[in-house]
């Protein structure tokens, strides 16, 4: 995944500090729709980089299939657990096979929040300047 962004410090040599805009799905067109409640911002993170860059710079960001990973389990193991629940639990009433889900959806939060704070430490999400623009 490659993202446009631009540099704000370089603290060293080999390691930039990048601001990148926020994106959304539908193009970030806010004055225009405003349906997400979105309001955009930044993300500031630290990048690696074997070109010579320096404050101002726009660069392209690549982060990695790293980030995609992370997206499928946040979105995709809450909703997948709900449904495994609730189907699984099929003898049961119909209450207490949406409960099923409903605790399938939850271990799936938990799940996304236990992956998260371990990205978090590990630091398993790097970001690589690829080139100038």
Do not use: N, W
């Amino acid at each position: 995944m490659t993202q446009i962004a631009t540099v704000t410090a370089v603290p060293r040599p080999g390691v930039a500090v990048v601001s990148v805009a926020r994106q959304t799905a539908c193009g970030h067109d806010c004055e225009h729709c405003a349906g997400c409640g979105a309001q955009g911002g930044t993300v500031t993170v630290q990048a690696r980089t074997e070109i010579a860059v320096s404050p101002g710079d726009q660069v392209e960001l690549f982060s990695g299939k790293q980030v995609l990973g992370i997206a499928a389990l946040v979105y995709l193991a809450p909703v997948a657990l709900f449904l495994l629940g609730y189907f699984l639990s099929g003898p049961l009433t119909e209450g207490m096979r949406y409960l099923c889900g409903g605790g399938g959806f939850a271990l799936g939060i938990g799940l996304a929040v236990l992956a998260d704070r371990r990205t978090r430490r590990r630091s398993a999400v790097t970001f690589t300047i690829t080139r100038k623009l």
